[in-house]
């Protein structure tokens, strides 16, 4: 097996560069679903309970959230 392309320093970086792109894209969607997991399951719960504690806290705090890492996102994604 021929190994030359992995030996050119510039073709090893730009591979790297690109995983690493990869790697914080993934990074940043499973937060933003991870923030609106946790904000479905408070209101969820505030049904349940007929409360509305931490569907006021979800909002406050998760929902903005969410909002700038799904925009971030977004942003960040070639082609959109």
Do not use: C
């Amino acid at each position: 097996m021929n190994n030359s392309i992995l030996q050119n320093p510039v073709m090893k970086y730009s591979i790297r560069v690109v995983l690493a792109y990869v790697a914080l894209l993934v990074l940043i969607l499973a937060t933003a679903i991870l923030a609106i997991f946790v904000t479905f399951t408070f209101v969820v719960i505030d049904t349940i309970t007929h409360s509305d504690t931490l569907g006021v806290f979800a909002e406050t705090y998760f929902v903005p959230v969410s909002e700038f890492l799904w925009s971030l996102f977004l942003k960040l994604v070639p082609f959109v």
